[in-house]
Each structure stands twice: as C-alpha cells, then as structure tokens.
C-alpha cells in the first residue's frame, strides 16, 4: 500500500462503500416513492376505500412486527460501530441478535402474505388488491435481500475483519436503517385505509 | 506536454515501469470479456452504441421511406408500428444515454478528475454489460417478429393485453426494466467516482463542466429511472399476472401509466441533452482559447436544469383533459427550464464572441448545435401556450420539436465530441477538410430532414401515421423530409468512414492537438492504462493550462511523489474539498461482471416466458454469482 502519503493527514469524508449504498436507498427509496404515490393516487380517484367491500387492513399485528423490526435498528448500529472499532466478537454477536429478530419477522410476514392472498382477497380482484400486495410484496423482498446481506456478512466475518468487511457492516447496517424506514412508511400507507 | 513522456530521470523510468506492471490489462479477447479499465468499457460502450445507432438509423431511414410518397406500401402497418416504436427505444435508451454517459462518460471522466479509475470498476463493467444484454433481450424481440408495437411511451390501454396480446409489449416492459439496471448503477458510479475519486486540490469549484453535466444527468437518472420501472413493473402485471393498476373497470386509472412515465420522460430530455452540454463545455474552450464565460453559473445550470427537469412531467398530457389549475402550474414550472437553459446560450455565445474562435469540425458541431438546440428552445416555449398545445398535440409539429432538441442538442454534441476526443483515444488525427464537409452535409440533412415536419405539423399530420392520401399537401414535404434522411445518413458515414481511416493513416496527434484546458490533455495518447504516472496537482478548472502544476508533476514524479507504485491503488478525498482521505485497493480485471449480466438475461428471459418459477433459480444463480463476485476482496488480489 502506498498509504504512506496519508501520514500526518486527518481522516476525511465517508469511504465509497458508504456512498455507494447511499445510491442505492435513493434509488430504491425513489422506487418506493412511485408505488406510495400510486397507492394515493389511486386512493383519491376512487369514491370508497378499499373499494368492493375488501376489508380494511388489520392494525395490531402489523404495528408490533414493525416494532419489532424497527428495533432491530439499535444491534445494526451497534455493529457497524463495533465493526469500526475493530472489535470482531461484537459485531457478530450484534449481527446475530438482529439477524435473529428480522429472520422472525420476515418468517411472519411471509407466512401473512401467503394467507391473505389465500383467505381474504387475491393480487386480481382489483386495482386496491394490486396496489396493496405489490407493496407489501416489494417491502418484503427488501427485508429479504437484507437478510441474505445478514447472512453473507458473517460468512465473511468468520474470517476476521478486513478493511473491505468494515466498510461491508457499515454499508449494510445502513442498508437496514433504510429498509426500517421504508418499512415504516408501507405499513403507514396501507395502515391509511382504515382512517 | 504529457508527464508519462520522456521521463527525465532513471528513477522516474523505472517507477513508470513498475505501474505498466500492476495496471497491464489481461491480453486478447479475454481481456476485454473481463476487463475493468474505465478507457475498455468505454470503447465497448461506443462501439455498442453505434451498433444500435445504426440499427436506429436504419429503422427511422425505413419510415421516413414509407413516408416519402402518399398511398405507399413499402412495410406493412404492423412492421411499421414497431419501426417507430424501436426507433424510438433504440436512439434513447440505446444510443444516445449510453453513448453519452456510457461511452464518453466512462472513458473520460475519470481521465478529467486525475483518478486511475473509477470508484467501482467492476461494477463498471457491470453496467456495460447488463446494457449489452439488455439491448440483445430487446433485438431478439424484433428477430422474432414481437417487437414492442405500441410507440416508445407505450401508453395504456393500447398496450394492455386486450389491445395487444403478443408478447410485444412484455418485450418492452422488461426490456426497459433491465436497461434501467444498467443505467441507475452507471448513475451510481459517476455519482460516487466525482465525489470521491478526485484528484486532491479538485475542490467542486474546481470540477470542470463535463463531470458537472455527467453528475446532472446521473442525478437525473437515479431519481428518473425508478418511476419508470414501477410503471413497467404495473403494465407487466397487469399484463401477465392479472393485476388492474391501468383497468379502468377494476378502478385503475389509464392516466397513472403517463403521470409515471412523463415523471421519468421530461427529466429524460434532460438526462439526453445534459451531457451533451458538457461535450460543448469542453469543446468551445479549447477552440475559443479562453475560459468559458460565466463558470459557475453553468456549472449550476447543468444541474438546475435536471432539477426542474422533474417538475414539468404533465406538460405531456395537456390534452389528456387534467383540470386547468394543473396546466397552469405545469405551464408555469415548463417556463422555468428556460432560464437555466438560456445561461448557458449566452454563456457558450459569449465565449465565442470574446474568444479567438478556431472554427475546426467539433466548433463547426458545436456552432450547429446552439443553432439547432434555441430552434428546438424556442419552439418548445410554444408548447406552453395551452391551447396551441392541445392543437399540436400528436402531430408532426412535436416530431418537430424534440427531433431538433434530441439530434439537434445531444447528437450533434456527439458528433463534435467524437472528433474531438479521436485524438485523445487513437493518438492520430483526424482529416479535417472531409470532417468540415461532414458537417455541412449533416446540418443541412437535419434541417431538411426536420425543418418540414413543423409544416406538416401544422397542416394536421398526425404522427405515427402510416399513409396518407395524395392532395392533403404533406407529399412535397414529406419527400423532402426522406431527402433530408438519407443526406443526413451521407453526412454520418462520411464522419465515420473518415474516423476509421485517420485511425489507420492519420497523422500522430501528440498528447495535446488542441491545447485543451482539462486533464485527459495532460497524458499521453492514447492514455495509459494506469492514466497518469502521478496523482495530479489540480488548482483550477482548467488543469492543464496550469503550467506550474503540470511542472509539479513532473517534479512529484522525479521525486516518487503520489505516484502510488506500490499497488493497484487510487486515492480518495473528501466529497466537497477534494481533501485527500485515503488510498484505496482496486480490483483487477474480473469475469463476474459478465457472468452477473447472463444470469440476469437468463432471469428476464424466463420471466417473458411466464416462467416465474425457473425465473426464481435464476435469481438464485445471480445470487450465487454475487458470492463469487465478492469471495476475493481487492486487497488481495
């Protein structure tokens, strides 16, 4: 390495990796943006809602999975940090406590989908059903490929941390600030059908 | 002159030496399938556009021959409707964004900042291709007879299933959905590699315009393309799963479809033209010899203009019957765009004014694209005038108007550019006298070629019309618009033909023809693969007429000085002061990228297939071929 013309020089600015993910949640966030859109445009060209007599989305179980989620948010801060300070336990076992509760929800939520498709109302009953299980479906695959993120990092991390592996927790606990968020705003989009 | 020439000193030969080891590309075909050097992928990128440009080309050449006498049959109807529809997919999404981002973009940005590479080289090539397959997923349609029917913005219900059950229009949503793959991480890239891989001292002030209009357009990109893959993502639905996003009888609505589409379409315009300003930015110093007028100003304009671009989007659906206080609003904002546009006219006319300007090919391209883009302007202006809209609305009038603004504005820029750079790529000169004549022929083939259609327009040709009859008064024009067409076509393979054989015979150029004001001048050409043999001082936005610095270089050379020889590294800096914050590991070259980009074709393949369920292998084998991707961290390689 030729990090030798760094000497005497204080740390500037985030690493690539960083601003790379920041790419990536706009984007996606820009995405997410279009089907929230298109809920409330849909929403508010249509005189009931949910139209054809669907029943309104339920409220508690949604709210305490989402809670749960949410605080996931504090062991993936915790080891991004830890990841940052070099420390190799914590930042495994942080990532083990978060993974635990977000393979939880994802379990759930998956199985929910299922159901509902099954026993309420299907994807093609109309354009409520379309737009409600696109966004519920595409919120869900991003908890997914976070989990997949989850489990790529401490396969990676049984080898010890690398400067790339680093820069890998730090992007990915971001990534799940992120989907936290958006998380937060599908359920309180579709949590708006009941007002 | 270049600091990698004639090195002075022994030391400052073998530390040269050292870096020709660590940056040597892999030789040969393989080379190229896994290389990750930003000057490769930009080659690949402009040689595949070209490809597609000629394809475009031959399909509009087609139309306008259809068109060219009344009552004609030269194509069928259907034929003709996916000419224009892939004439219209093709020069955007295949030609003009790739060449502009993806060809020159790729291939010189990094060059202008000081970096060896950009921030993300494979993801570079990633991006290359994923592009490259997508437009092979999209070809194939036409190869089979399905080519998407139903026009470039594929409106609703004409391309829901009821309306057209082929599989057509699901060649074009996934088509446009993976195209978009490759264009948001191209975005991402260029975002990152200006905020992070400058050289230090390059402070945003310091940036010069072209990376300013690369960074617009990638902004525009990011924040554009997203619309438009949920609105694909909706019309796939609903076109193979059962959805009602756009049935109207289930309580969708056919106008969601243009609301997220023109959300993507205007700033498109923009993301077209944007960086074809950055080319003209780059062109009329060096040609003018004096820095261009008003910096700043247009450095902000490049991104002012992409930021309203987002707020204009319902100006294309003034007859779709909005209420009125919308069409108000959007008149409005579609008045703003005027003004950043307009600094930028005067800016560009004013350098030509106050400089000593040389009128070779690029000017000669440049010149013809100011003259093109104000006509385009000003008739675009016309458009806010609600009622003349609703009139022209889907006549030859608008084919009038964004043909002037898209070949006037971003293809003639192109052109220049191409004959600028060729130097800079090749290392030879172009001919200039066959170059002139190229341009006089295009810029009167484009007039001729455009220039009627405001007529026709005018007196009521619909577009997207097959035939016509006789006696309607559209036949001379409509022929001279075919004249136009070809003349142009002359005019573009003269350009070519003289590119290719300067390439064979033209005369050594040097590092510096032009005496160019930023720092893909300051190496040799073409450059090496390293790009430069040290990291560059840069104290102002016309790096290479700094004369001390180019001299500090040299010196930092001499002296070992930022030359980073002790691996395939590149620095990075702080995002806004260009504070040098660290030295990073590149990759080398990688076969992931092209792996990644045939399993996504393998995924998109299977789902135009409705075989969602081997679509999710593939997805697995994507995933697969991530692991792979990143089981060897750059540090050590």
Redesign the interface.
């Known amino acids: ?3 030798h ?2 000497a005497g ?1 204080p ?3 985030r ?2 990796a960083w ?2 993910m920041a ?2 949640i ?3 966030a ?2 997410f ?3 929230v859109g ?1 809920y409330y ?2 929403r508010f ?2 005189r009931v809602w949910p ?2 007599g669907l029943p309104k989305p339920a409220l508690a179980v949604p709210l305490v999975l989402v809670a749960c989620l949410t605080a996931t948010s504090v062991p993936m801060q915790l080891a991004s940090r830890a990841a940052r300070a070099g420390r190799l336990g914590a930042t495994r076992l942080f990532l083990v406590v978060a993974l635990f509760v977000q393979s939880g929800y994802f379990a759930f939520e998956s199985n929910d989908f299922g159901e509902q498709i099954k026993h309420r109302f299907d ?9 409600y299980y ?1 966004l519920l479906g595409a919120d869900h695959a991003h908890v997914f490929v976070g989990l ?1 993120f989850d489990l ?1 990092l401490l396969w ?1 991390l049984a080898r010890g941390l ?4 680093v820069n890998a927790v730090q992007a990915i606990a971001w990534y799940w600030q992120a989907v936290i968020v958006l998380t937060l705003v599908v359920t309180g989009t579709l949590l708006s059908a009941r007002a | 002159m270049a600091v990698v020439e004639a090195p002075e000193s022994p030391a400052a030969a073998e530390r040269l030496d050292r870096l020709e080891q660590i940056w040597r590309s892999r030789p040969g075909l393989l080379g190229w399938l896994t290389t990750t050097d930003h000057k490769r992928v930009g080659l690949l990128y402009l040689w595949t556009t070209l490809a597609f440009f000629a394809a475009g080309g031959a399909e509009s050449l087609l139309i306008r021959t259809q068109l060219a006498q009344p009552n004609s049959h030269v194509v069928s109807p259907s034929t003709f409707d996916e000419l224009f529809s892939m004439h219209g997919i093709t020069m955007i999404f295949f030609f003009i964004i790739p060449m502009t981002t993806g060809a020159f973009g790729n291939y010189l940005l990094p060059l202008m900042i000081g970096a060896r590479d950009m921030a993300f080289p494979r993801m570079n090539a990633l991006s290359y291709w994923i592009f490259l397959a997508s437009g092979i997923f999209l070809y194939t349609s036409l190869g089979l007879g399905m080519a998407p029917n139903a026009g470039w913005f594929d409106y609703v219900p004409l391309a829901s299933r009821a309306f057209d059950p082929g599989r057509n229009v699901d060649f074009y949503c996934l088509g446009i959905i993976f195209n978009s793959i490759a264009s948001t991480l191209t975005a991402a890239q260029f975002i990152v590699t200006i905020f992070k891989s400058r050289a230090p001292g390059m402070s945003l002030n310091r940036l010069p315009l072209f990376c300013y209009a690369q960074l617009a357009a990638a902004f525009g990109l990011l924040f554009a393309l997203p619309p438009l893959s949920a609105d694909t993502i909706f019309l796939f639905l609903d076109r193979n799963v059962g959805t009602h996003f756009f049935d109207v009888a289930l309580g969708g609505k056919s106008l969601l479809w243009q609301h997220l589409f023109w959300i993507f379409g205007h700033p498109e315009v923009y993301i077209l033209i944007v960086p074809a300003f950055g080319i003209a930015t780059s062109i009329i110093p060096a040609f003018t010899q004096r820095k261009l007028v008003a910096f700043p100003l247009v450095g902000i304009a490049e991104l002012l203009v992409v930021f309203i671009g987002f707020g204009v989007w319902a100006h294309h659906m003034f007859a779709t019957g909005l209420p009125t206080i919308s069409l108000v609003f959007f008149a409005a904002a579609t008045a703003m765009v005027v003004i950043p546009s307009t600094i930028q006219v005067f800016a560009w006319c004013m350098s030509f004014v106050t400089g000593t300007p040389q009128f070779k090919t690029p000017l000669l391209f440049i010149a013809g694209f100011i003259f093109m883009f104000v006509t385009g302007g000003l008739t675009g202006i016309m458009f806010m005038a609600i009622p003349f809209d609703q009139q022209v609305t889907d006549t030859y009038f608008v084919i009038a108007h964004f043909h002037y603004i898209i070949f006037g504005a971003a293809v003639f820029p192109i052109f220049g550019g191409l004959y600028y750079w060729f130097p800079k790529v090749t290392g030879k000169l172009y001919l200039e006298r066959p170059g002139q004549l190229s341009f006089w022929i295009v810029f009167v083939g484009t007039n001729l070629l455009f220039f009627p259609m405001h007529i026709v327009g005018l007196l009521g040709m619909p577009r997207r019309q097959y035939t016509y009859p006789d006696g309607l008064g559209w036949t001379s024009y409509n022929l001279a618009e075919t004249i136009g067409g070809f003349l142009t076509a002359a005019g573009i393979l003269l350009l070519l033909g003289n590119l290719v054989y300067s390439y064979r015979k033209g005369a050594d150029a040097g590092s510096d023809p032009w005496h160019g004001p930023t720092l893909e001048w300051a190496t040799t050409s073409p450059p090496p693969e390293y790009n430069f043999p040290v990291v560059p001082k840069v104290t102002s936005a016309y790096a290479n007429w700094d004369r001390d610095d180019r001299e500090e270089d040299r010196r930092r050379l001499a002296e070992g000085l930022f030359v980073l020889e002790q691996g395939h590294e590149q620095v990075e800096v702080s995002a806004v002061d260009a504070r040098l914050s660290d030295v990073v590991p590149m990759p080398h070259e990688s076969p992931w990228p092209p792996l990644l980009a045939a399993s996504l074709a393998l995924v998109f393949s299977m789902l135009l297939l409705r075989k969602f369920g081997v679509a999710g292998v593939m997805a697995v084998l994507c995933v697969l071929t991530l692991v792979g991707w990143h089981s060897r961290e750059p540090a050590e390689q």
Not at chain 1, 123 to 131: G, P, Q, V
């Open positions: 390495m030729s990090d013309i760094l020089r740390a500037a600015g690493p690539a601003w790379a790419m990536l706009a984007s996606e820009t995405l943006g279009s089907f298109t445009y849909l060209t249509t139209p054809d994807i093609t009953r109309n354009a409520y059903s379309s737009i696109v997949l790529w990676k690398t400067r790339y592996r």
